[in-house]
């Protein structure tokens, strides 16, 4: 219950996919008089704009979060349940974070208590949500796919060279730009540097897209783009890992992506892409052989426990014989932070051995599958309760339409007649649509049980290749945050899947046993 005492700090955001600024106003509106109604003082209002809920990535959110500290507010108000997050581990995490300062979730629309029902409905309506919006992104790159594969123009602005014909929405050359492109593809394939290929362009005045000047990796995402020799290329990028970044060098499996061949007019030819690809590729060899890069396994994922700061990768010299020292080190200041660095090889290694016990293994996997399972129980049978009546509906419905249908065909025709007759066949179609949706439900955790068992298996392909991009990419997957502390460390696990936050596994450590454990 919430008591006319309390202070509320007010939550809007829209996405701009999908709906239009002024929602923001409405949601505003809302809250303000649901805060009139109940005699609640409203303290601060945050907004995100155009900011999707299937990723924490809000500077507004993320700023209410750590404002919650300072005890101001005691009550985070949304217009509705889907505002502050459309992802269940990130909505239960974030609760949580709000719980432990003293601050409660609740939604204008959703009339939800602290009552056994109601958690259960909001985890229902969170776990509605996450659904539609994972439903809507799929058939969102349904469409893109289609689009690609009938060489259109996909969205965003086009390549350098390029122009998108406002009818057919397919790329054309842009005849100045197109002279810049090959100056590029010419010059660094007889053997140019970066720095000589930026001097000419700079000299002959060519611009980028956003009429910027070029710098060296503008050149190398031209160089390396394959539309420049009429092959169209979709969906090359991988996916966004489950904090909702996405990793632009880590490509996609070769059965995802689309490739149309002839699909954009070539501005380069074959032999000249050839060519620069190769010295792409063998100078980055050479750069890796003269060039020993420290690899930080775990950056951005290792936070300070004394003053909450992201530690950093740090390496120095120390001693006579300028012994080389790795760490994740603190950036505050010591008389801000008096904590220690900790050994960058030490905390990698010993992260690495604890995801191999709790989730790079088939017992463990088989263990979380089999949680999932008995959790989805429960969801299942709510499934299945609403398809029978969504049949029943159906059924009706049907009858009724034949019962019209006879009628008419009788030769009794009026106008109520045929508009009883199109408001049923609406209906109809409806239902139709909404158990296509409960199927497809029952498919995405069909799907989901598959990704998890498939987690050990994954890892012995990549734990060969441990200083590689995908590598470091899927280890961080299954990672929330690290916490280093003065004398301990707390380890915080997950599956790297949306399925249940009560999967996760924080683990607490002294720091010596990293340096005892002998990994």
């Known amino acids: 219950m919430i008591q006319t005492s309390n202070r509320a700090a007010l939550y809007a955001r829209f996405s701009s996919d999908n709906q239009r600024s002024e929602s923001i106003d409405a949601q505003i509106r809302a809250m303000t008089a649901y805060c009139a109604q109940r005699h609640i003082a409203i303290v601060e209002t945050y907004v995100d704009e155009a900011k999707s809920a299937t990723t924490d990535r809000r500077p507004s959110f993320q700023q209410m979060i750590a404002d919650s500290v300072s005890h101001s507010f005691n009550i985070v108000l949304v217009h509705k349940l889907d505002r502050f997050a459309r992802n269940r581990y990130d909505s239960a995490v974030y609760k949580r974070e709000l719980k432990k300062n003293g601050v409660t979730v609740y939604s204008v629309l959703e009339n939800l208590d602290s009552s056994p029902e109601s958690i259960m409905m909001e985890s229902v309506l969170e776990g509605m949500s996450e659904y539609y919006s994972q439903n809507l992104a799929r058939e969102v790159m349904k469409g893109m796919r289609e689009t690609a594969l009938q060489g259109k123009h996909t969205g965003g602005k086009p390549p350098l060279g390029y122009d998108v014909d406002p009818v057919t929405r397919k790329l054309v050359i842009n005849p100045q730009e197109a002279q810049a492109v090959r100056l590029i593809f010419s010059m660094y394939s007889e053997g140019c540097g970066y720095s000589e ?66 699909g954009v007019p070539q501005i380069v030819d074959e032999r000249t892409f050839s060519r620069v690809q190769r010295r792409l590729e063998s100078n980055k060899h050479i750069g890796a052989r003269n060039k020993a890069k420290t690899v930080y396994l775990l950056a951005g994922k290792v936070y300070c426990k004394v003053c909450g700061r992201s530690m950093t990768g740090n390496t120095r010299y120390s001693g006579r014989n300028k012994e080389k020292y790795v760490t994740y080190r603190c950036p505050s200041k010591h008389y801000i932070c008096n904590n220690k660095e900790i050994n960058q090889e030490y905390l990698d290694r010993f992260v690495v051995a604890m995801l191999e016990v709790h989730l790079f293994n088939t017992a463990a996997i088989q263990e979380i599958a089999r949680k999932i399972e008995a959790m989805s129980g429960n969801r299942l049978e709510m499934i299945a309760e609403e398809q029978n009546k969504l049949q029943a509906s159906l059924d009706e419905v049907s009858e009724a339409i034949t019962n019209i249908t006879n009628v008419i065909m009788s030769g009794i025709v009026s106008a109520a007649l045929t508009d009883k007759l199109a408001e049923l066949e609406q209906e109809k179609a409806r239902i139709e649509v909404d158990m296509q949706k409960l199927e497809q439900r029952d498919t995405a955790d069909r799907d989901t049980e598959a990704d998890i068992l498939s987690i050990p298996l994954k890892y012995a392909r990549l734990k060969g290749n441990i200083g590689s991009p995908k590598y470091k990419t899927y280890i961080q997957d299954f990672i929330e945050k690290i916490e280093v502390g003065r004398y301990e460390l707390s380890i915080i696990l997950k599956t790297g899947l949306d399925v249940c936050p009560a999967l996760d596994t924080t683990l607490t450590v002294r720091r010596q046993e990293l340096y005892e454990s002998g990994l």
């Not at 990796?217 to 890992?241: D, E």
């Not at 970044?245 to 490739?259: G, M």
Request: with cysteine.
């Open 197 to 262: 290929v930026l001097a000419a362009l700079h000299e002959m005045g060519y611009k980028t897209k956003k009429g910027k000047e070029f710098l060296k990796n503008s050149l190398y995402s031209i160089l390396t783009n394959p539309k420049y020799c009429g092959i169209y290329v979709f969906n090359r990028s991988s996916a966004k890992s489950i904090t909702g970044t996405r990793n632009t060098h880590l490509l996609k499996a070769s059965e995802d992506i689309i490739t149309v061949e002839g």
